[in-house]
């Protein structure tokens, strides 16, 4: 199996620990964006990945490319060309406070490119699946022509199409709405995975759920699932994360699977002590391709995506650097994190 | 509105994370102290806020002006004299381990000032509000004289006195007792904040509650509220937090206030993984200050304090580091520390 | 009372905080080891304290000792010869992740010494009690036949020894099982200590207890004393620790001790945000042997043992850096983690 | 003597020590730009200095403001509006290898601000000096037009007027050249400070000195400033610094000025180890406002101002951190270097 | 072009800045070994390189592949087999205090793997160059079996063959001298490179120069270079690297080259304020291979080989990060370190 | 041979690598003062060495002890007393900026003590030599009547009294000059040691050398040392050591003795990139009295302990963690930084 993502990967910019931003002068510096995410995670699940991009020709754009394939990701088709890394500052939220992101990514290489510098014939050799998300169409009008591009490239190859409708309130700033675009977008969609809040905002579907209203009340989301493959016929699968957000800290953490047959619930964690929550949704869908593959079944492809995000929790950064075994033995034992020796 | 504070402030050296001291050869190095804390926490909130105390004319006393500056406060009114600035060493605690602070503040250039070095009609010109603490008069002879005539001068210019009485057992070596000194400012002042033990060792008045035994029962403490008002038939209002304190690393958070019409009590936290307490009674003091002024309502104004503590043990250091809009969202969401993005 | 403690010391090398190995190229670079750890906390808690092992004669080698100084263990009886000092990696684990433990400690300087090359006379002079654990037979022939050596000539001196199980699955590897050597040490004993695993994998006594399955029963743990004790008749005492993993920053933490005549419970505590627990038995063990002395009473040595090892949990490193006077706090207090200012 | 400074202010990102872009996942986080340098400088040095610029409203904004507040500029000109904070990435050179700056300040707020934006009837009251650069004019159309306005309406007021001529090769990239802007702004200044490539370049001044080829040959200057003072009769002064770079470690520093009536040259100093140079123009500039005000002759001046700039290769960060006492003690004792205490 | 190199990489644990081993409780956690230099180097120059090794398949061996990959190295043909990562300890010398390295590399995955284990077809596959050192055969029996296994198979199929002779006294413990094996090796090599220790130690060639006492006199050298020549007749080149060591800061460097036509000198670098030299012989060998490949002249490749090299001084770890472009840069400008903004 | 020292140690908070004071929230935190590293110097050169002064019985005292034991010091004399252990900020130099010292030493432990507090009759058991410095006096009266009774006392029992004359000019403000005192002290003592100022400002000894001017030229200490001879008729042997700043970074380092026999000159060393020389002085007095212990002539003493120092400049903190070998191999070899391995 070899899967493709598309997107914009950014320089992460946080501050130590539980810091306010700049309170002291440092700022630690990774690499992370939805996508990108998304194929570090399938290659440290041992997929052969592929991350399709556009990054400046710069030492930072250079970092960039080698914080991927340090990690195994294929980069050879990375763009280098346009000004900029897109940057996005973090300052991580602790008991009730918030984390807060504040977003620089305008005029970022990939937000201005078009979809004919990219060669879509080789992007696509051999490949049996491509992963996209909503945040890539919200970032300028540019961005999400290639995103359609991509997608419609893809379908042609007849490779399934995944699609994380990630709704960025702080992005959509360049004259379009989310449903207005999204709903082109998921016409070549296989598989769209989301919260409810993304339903809403991205899909423009109406729920009388909100976040966190309905907490860990699996049986709630059956009916937004059930909306949104009926808006796209196409759709064979959605599935639905449910984050019971208590504080900063302390998570709830399951999802719900409709594949037109079923109405799936997975496993539930109880997150305590959450170290990195960003990019946890991308360990979701990583963990889903992955399932989907390895196990065949939507159930055991569930539990594993869930299991999966669970252990993002517990890593620092954007990056989803978790590997089977460990995903396995979380399912299996419970994670009662008793020290291996 | 214009608000002053008077107190100390110190060099903090905190050993890093949860070390014991001088596990690593490194020491966090910020400033703080009571007043100095309302001071930030008030200009955060964007109240034009002054502080004034001495420091030494060197480069540790002006580090500790200038920290004070970066976050907006007035620094025109500190003294510059005297041989040194007061440390404290903190380790922080975590699990059942208490933290420890270890006070290095005697012979500091404030605790050696007397009153006739301040320009207090200076100091008070424009002023509504004066905060002072019962760290002040713990710390020396000089400076409970100083403290008396500053609250003296305040009052004949109708200036609306609030004293947090800040019981440290630490203290009080110079030879008289917390009770003896405290009744004579007491009478100058309009709002007391405190907790159970404040009430018992700063003022001396007898209680049967203890720290913890009465937990979260906050109707245990109107007694006490009751005998505090009726002692100094001045102060206006009476409030007192409440810290259920599980471990180092989980607390209830509540607050009760009396204001001889009403016992109100506030919303309720619960805090798990603290990030650092020290100073979140003093973003409860400012809290109420700012919100009697902003809100009116003391109910209003004694919830606004209490969120805006509770946000501040998300906050490493002595500063409530905290907006309005944080607390607002606080009030309004219920803190699920949901990423804002 | 003096008390030896014989063992291996390690280089710890663990990436910082949540981290994954070498997400960031640094380590922090600390020692520690079963036996040490336990001579380091009879230290700390004023027992002069002996520690014996053999280092390689360079500066790493030299650098262990002198961390084993600073916290007053007597290293005048260590040895200096051997190749390398062993090392282990640590990943620390996170909510539902593991910790990581990798060994690399194979040739190291005390696994190739022989019994010959230690001056038992002058090691044992003066001395009371003697501490082993079960990792040393673990780490080579070598090391298996200097441990009894020890024992055995400890115990023609009538010094009281304990041993602490210690199961280490990544061990074992020079061609015996566990109980086979084991069996041979304890015939030495007199203080047996261990989980519920040790003692199946070490001693090789069966039992229908799984690790976490008994949870906080401590009644669940008789039968398995019983059956100790009756294997071995020179055994006093054995005591057994009991971890609820709930997680790894959440973990229940109870003790069981027989000693023939009565089967003893200890305090239970929860501690969250659990700090570091790699040392945390051997806590236990010193806070034992610490509390026979001290104490006498068999039940005043087993909630000594079990608090000051609550008490490890919330220190960085191996080590217990834990004080008498916090070990009595929080027997006395229960731990409620307040400021002490 | 009130000084305002007008300009861009950058979130600088260096990597640690002398490591190359990324080798560790962390940048040093601190704030600079020529003409906030030159504001913070003249605050240390104990004028009542005033900085505007345009940051955006967010926490970074905020935080930059804070920084300059820190130092005792006067910060309540400074826009917030725009949508970023220019940034600009540094790595450290050492030996033969040289620092490389990446700017990413395209779009930032104060290259979007508009002349109309700023109140500069409240700017410029009560003030005597006007500090620009050659930097703002290079950034956007938009920069260039503020600064044109800013220098017209300071010269009506009769403010005197400074221009730091600080070519960047990076920038100028709206359309139009450095010569074609800056002999507009050249109109209005009194005292020009560059190199000889600023000559050059920002003024199209042709001359055979190339970066480096004169050397420590003060004389080889004197032509240079002769023409570019017959080029703009309203200047009073230019002065010209000479760094002979030998690495990027160890430079020597020197510098002349022509007053019309005199041909002055400074004394030099070999400084090795450079530790930061970055801003070391800005103390010259800024030590060159200090002298003429509070030292009359043009001889101190250009002294003074060596020296201070000096002293800045040894601060880290762009702000020149340093005091009256400092400059004055080197320039009497010939800066030994000897540990004071 | 596409180059192997083949031969040990380690764990490179340094202590931070100038400390002595664990002044603090930290290490710097990186990567280097002679030949992996030469392959990242290469890479980074833009060839593709492939590194031929041993790792274990444990996550410090999964670190130690990524560190590679990330930048741009192949290591496809790294096998994962073995019990551990050879380490080695690093105390960076300053002034006249030398460096110390401690190495813990017994034992070691590739120290213990043999010839059949690698698949040299697949290794040498449209491979040209062929690089190794004299480090490898130091390390065991084994590791010596290898190597020669490697060149001899490579010279079968025509492959250039370059050998950094690397003398290392304190390896070479497994009962063979170095120049009895090294004269086996040396038969297959084409390009020899070393300083005057290796060509005496490592091949046993008599000669008068001493480490240090030619200094900068290149002609001293042309004697031992004829030696090595006649020594070993298959042999097209040979150079050696001149280090004029005045203390760990301050070093001279330059190289000579003779390739039995012609004895060529390149030209010299004043090296002060040495950041780390570890590696920079690795950056000349590899800066010699792209020489000879890139510009065809042996005086071209010499003067690279010796600009990269004096580069990589200023680069700290191992590794010799440095680009065409920067080398070229130096070589033109002489290398002022100017800023470059 | 068993040597004490007395003398007080404090706090060492220095800002990291060059910065300013509290440019960043950080301090690097050790233990250092000029008789403590004069122990722990004679420590690690593999001396009996003990160490005398006073320290609170708190956390911050504790772990200075535990310091001083980790590099072999005996501690057991140490008293447990007073307040606050002293400690001192310093702001490292770097070019042509000064280091500078802050004390914040008044009230600590050891400077309220009284000789009653000390049990001489212990402390000078089996010792043969005592080694003071000209700073304890300095500190407050008690401290100087402390030092007075001790060589006293030393003196009574034969023992060989040493004197670092160490002239600061921030102390001394207890009301007596230091001539006054000093001469007293002198008294006693068989070695001083010093620079040209300590001769002049401690003991008033009048000279026309100013430091710095006579840079190099040993010949010209010949004459004060001679007074210094006069002077004091007891005194056996006065060094001088000869610092030649040339800046922060680069000095020169040489001594000369007198030993009323001979007038000797040691070797030279040019020291640039000085890492730390605060504790160099410290380092010369420790390798005066190791070398007449071990090499018995004077000239073979003041060569070591001229390369004793001269390595210290390299270590990182106060302490001269340098060992035998380490002396004897610059000596040797002359120092040229080569890396070990």
Known sequence: ???????????????????????????????????????????????????????????????????????????????????????????????????????????????????????????FEDVSWFHISGITPAISANAANVTIAAVSFAKNKEIQISCDLNYRSKLWKYGKKAPEVMSEVMKYVDVAIGNEEDCQKSLGIETKILPNTAGFNEDAYKEITEKVLSTYPNLKKVAITLRQSNSADINGWSAVLNNRKEYLKSVRYDINDVVDRVGSGDAFASGLIYGFHKYGGDKEALNFAIAASCLKHSVPGDLPLITETEVLGLLKSGGSGRVQR
Chains 1, 2, 3, 4, 5, 6 share one sequence.
Request: overall charge neutral; glycine content about 10%; some cysteine.
């Open 1 to 123: 199996m070899k899967v493709v993502t598309f997107g914009e990967i950014m320089l992460r910019l946080k501050s130590p620990g539980f810091e306010r931003f700049l309170q002291s002068p440092m700022l630690e510096a990774t690499f992370g964006g939805g996508e990108a995410n998304v194929a570090v995670s399938l290659a440290c699940l041992g997929i052969n990945s592929s991350y399709v991009t556009a990054v400046p020709d710069n030492p930072i754009g250079r970092a960039c490319i080698g914080e991927l394939s340090r990690y195994g990701v294929d980069t050879s088709k990375v763009l280098k060309t346009g000004k900029r890394l897109g940057t996005y500052y973090l300052e991580q939220g602790a008991c009730q406070r918030s984390s807060v992101v504040i977003y620089d990514r305008e005029h970022s290489s990939v937000s201005e490119t078009t979809a004919e510098q990219y060669d879509w014939e080789k992007i």
